[in-house]
């Protein structure tokens, strides 16, 4: 189990009062049959081996402690406890326990603590006298057995030792024997006792006490008693009631006996409990918690027994989703199915799992989709109630159902349509209704409740779906009572002014029922050319709104998409003009979240259409009452002015502060004009910083390209000067080396050293004849070094080196005409 809520460490008292840690691992209740009840067990984390074992006792004081602790005695000297990791996993276990108890779960303590007094009192009676001494059971002594039992109410020992006195002799059935004899006698007297005695039975709060007065053989005598309260002057008729008007329905006959006789108990008792009791007082609300936890587990037996009936629950789905079914017979069915998912409420988590998992693998929701789109009324509520456990369970499970349905051409037959229709169709004057369904709707749209899925892709394909087929369709009224008025894009006029010959004979189909749009009191001061006067459509759309708004702040992209592509906001906003206060409300807090996202395309989309228009128009309608739309407005227009947002800041201010600038009674469009100002200066001083002279700039530039060709004229002379010294220098060394060598034939060699190169060319000048040939002699004392040193040392890299250095002679100017030589 990875449940962190269940999640506890459990803890021993030793002999020297230190908790001794007994390990980690996680708890769960469950019914042990070894020791005949329910009990807490505690598998460790590591190799599931159990730590713990401890059956709930109805007699052990357990105690909660620091919201996260659980401590009780199992036997004397051996203290137990259990911490949790969550507040949660401890809270449903402490529920739990009080459940078997019957004790409130918002105590801290499960048993009563004894007055000491009391018991030491108690601890002088003899052993043989135990029990409460009961009066023989006769007519004449129902007086003081009336008495005896309301005077042991206040003592919890005296109520113990009187449970046990009147299991011990049979004494219930003893006392409802008098109850048939004092009625046929018309014994009244007699019968106002017995209603005392009764009542004050059910009060001793014991399980073994209710199996016997719940009996099949019993129960109805102690309704009977229970009908002579002495405070009524006549005798209620519970037992009729429930013989003759209350009549049992099986929508599929029930073979097993044991499961009949468990549904008529409990409906009789939840009788008993919610109709003929009295509300308990304060000293009395936990004077019944047994009989509220005698019910729950009847419930929970049931649910298990039917789900375990694979053949009953197979005939109930295919006669629901039968069309040959009569509608009366599909009514029955439907709310047996209705009341069967409200006792799976009783079940454990894992139990409920496993409930609704049945109920969708036998079609639950393909079931729901038929049933919901029928014509009666009752039918359509019950299978609300029915989706809403479902969706309450498991939005997921209906999700996945929705977009695995065959997308036909007609998006009218998608359940969650289905839902939609249902919602703008309800016919109740206060749409009780459609605000169920809206706020399943609401959950199922939530992408919160999406994250834990493990199919991580649930939320974009889910939005994607809802979007592409279902979302005109929860947007259709809103569009139907928008659809005749647009604001102007034009002139940013401030007072919209419309003729009053558009409202004449203007109603809007709203789908399965109309509704007239414009129903003007006379006199009316406030013209509506759109909105529609009728309560019901106004509270519908104020629905829709609220369920768009949700979209807005949870839907970011798609609802975006929308917006932009339906001009959503424009038609939202002509509601502003309604006579409803809550509807133009609705239609300005669309807008304000919108707004609050501070997102720039939407600020560009309302600037653009110019959409403040008909909010300031409801501020200057609204004149000088100072109401809830009078501080919504100006709200969203402080809140623009603290989050500084410029560009719905300069929209307002150069096309609105005109009309805006007499409100004075508060700060904000002040505050606007001040935040305008401020930023027009400074994008002003943003200019200035970057601008300089023109003439100044030029001179810099021309400072700084002669710096650099300074630079470069100085690297190319100290280069040709250290290439010339090279050249002279070795000149000089060839030349003596080559006299040197060549002494003894310098006739023969005259011609030869009249070809070398001298150390310095000769002056170039323009008239010199012999230009071209004095340079062509010159010049190759390049090549004749690189020679040189290639006979010198022979690198391998020298190839490359060469090839690039033959590129470089080929390109550069000078060496061209060794190519003519």
Not at 373 to 387: E, K, N, P, S, W
Not at 462 to 483: D, E, G, I, Q, R
Request: proline share 4%; aromatic share 8%.
């Amino acid at each position: 189990m990875s449940d962190t809520r269940r999640r506890v460490k459990v803890y021993t008292l030793n002999e020297d009062r230190q908790w001794d840690d007994r390990g980690t691992g996680h708890v769960s209740s469950t019914f042990v049959e070894r020791l005949k009840g329910i009990s807490l067990l505690v598998r460790a984390e590591s190799d599931g081996s159990l730590l713990l074992e401890s059956k709930i006792s109805p007699n052990t004081a357990y105690q909660k402690q620091q919201d996260t602790l659980i401590v009780w005695s199992e036997a004397d000297n051996y203290d137990l406890a259990l911490s949790f990791q969550e507040k949660a996993g401890c809270d449903e276990i402490w529920e739990k326990i009080c459940q078997v108890q019957g004790k409130d779960p918002a105590l801290d303590i499960t048993q009563d603590p004894i007055d000491e007094s009391e018991e030491e009192r108690f601890e002088e009676i003899p052993e043989t006298s135990h029990l409460v001494e009961l009066p023989p059971c006769e007519l004449s002594r129902l007086e003081e057995i009336a008495d005896l039992v309301t005077s042991v109410l206040s003592s919890p020992i005296r109520r113990e030792k009187l449970a046990l006195a009147l299991m011990s002799e049979g004494y219930i059935k003893k006392l409802l024997g008098l109850f048939r004899v004092c009625e046929d006698l018309d014994n009244r007297e007699g019968l106002h006792h017995l209603y005392e005695i009764v009542r004050g039975v059910l009060f001793l709060n014991k399980a073994a006490l209710f199996e016997v007065m719940f009996s099949d053989d019993c129960i109805m005598d102690v309704v009977g008693c229970l009908e002579y309260d002495p405070a009524l002057v006549q005798p209620k008729r519970h037992r009729e009631f429930l013989t003759k008007t209350a009549k049992f329905k099986e929508v599929i006959p029930i073979t097993d006996s044991e499961l009949r006789q468990k549904i008529h108990q409990t409906y009789r008792v939840q009788y008993i409990q919610d109709i003929i009791l009295p509300t308990p007082s304060v000293f009395e609300e936990n004077f019944l918690s047994t009989l509220t936890s005698f019910i729950f587990f009847n419930k929970v037996e049931i649910v298990s027994m039917l789900q375990e009936d694979e053949k009953f629950l197979t005939e109930v789905f295919a006669q629901l989703t039968d069309e040959a079914t009569e509608d009366s017979k599909r009514r029955e069915l439907v709310n047996f199915v209705k009341e069967f998912c409200a006792f799976s409420q009783t079940l454990q988590p894992q139990n409920r799992d496993a409930f609704f998992k049945t109920l969708a693998n036998l079609g639950i929701l393909p079931a729901l989709e038929i049933v919901m789109g029928m014509d009666d009324l009752q039918v359509r509520a019950a299978a609300t109630d029915i989706f809403s456990y479902l969706v309450e369970f498991s939005p997921s499970m209906v999700r996945e159902f929705v977009m695995q349905e065959p997308q036909q051409t007609d998006d009218d037959v998608l359940l969650i349509n289905v839902v939609i229709k249902q919602m703008i169709c309800d016919s109740d004057p206060e749409l009780g209704g459609a605000v169920q369904l809206m706020g399943l709707l609401r959950t199922l749209i939530d992408p919160e409740n999406m994250m834990a899925s493990t199919n991580k892709t649930e939320k974009t394909e889910f939005l994607s779906f809802f979007y592409k087929y279902c979302m005109h369709v929860l947007t259709a009224p809103l569009l139907a009572n928008t659809a005749h008025d647009k604001i102007s894009k034009g002139e940013l006029g401030i007072e919209v002014k419309h003729k009053l010959n558009c409202l004449k004979d203007r109603t809007f189909d709203l789908f399965m029922f109309s509704h007239c749009l414009t129903d003007l009191q006379e006199g009316s001061t406030k013209i509506n050319p759109v909105c529609p006067d009728n309560f019901q459509t106004a509270q519908l759309l104020a629905l829709i709104l609220e369920l768009l708004t949700f979209c807005v702040e949870h839907h970011t992209y798609h609802i975006k998409t929308y917006i932009m592509n339906k001009d959503l906001l424009r038609r939202v906003l002509v509601l502003m003009n309604s006579k409803h206060t809550f509807l133009a409300l609705c239609a300005l807090r669309f807008m304000r979240r919108i707004i609050g996202l501070k997102d720039e395309y939407y600020n560009r989309y309302i600037i653009k259409g110019n959409l403040f228009e008909p909010v300031i128009n409801a501020l200057l309608d609204n004149g000088t009452r100072y109401n809830l739309l009078n501080s919504a407005i100006i709200e969203l227009f402080e809140f623009i002015k603290v989050e500084d947002v410029k560009s719905l800041i300069a929209h307002i201010v150069d096309n609105f502060y005109k009309a805006l600038e007499s409100i004075e009674y508060v700060q904000t469009f002040k505050g606007l004009k001040g935040r305008y100002e401020q930023e027009k200066d400074r994008q002003s001083q943003r200019l200035n910083r970057y601008r300089r002279d023109a003439r100044s700039m030029d001179e810099d530039e021309e400072l700084w390209f002669n710096d650099d060709d300074d630079d470069d004229e100085g690297e190319a002379v100290e280069k040709s000067r250290m290439e010339d010294d090279f050249s002279d220098s070795y000149g000089k060394y060839m030349e003596a080396k080559k006299g040197a060598a060549n002494g003894a034939n310098g006739a023969n060699n005259n011609g030869k050293a009249a070809v070398i190169p001298p150390a310095s060319p000769p002056a170039i000048t323009p008239n010199n004849s012999s230009t071209s040939s004095v340079k062509t002699v010159a010049l190759p004392a390049t090549p004749v070094v690189k020679t040189a040193l290639v006979g010198l040392v022979d690198y391998p890299d020298d190839e490359d080196e060469e090839e690039e250095e033959d590129e470089e002679e080929e390109q550069a100017p000078r060496k061209r005409p060794r190519l003519s030589s």
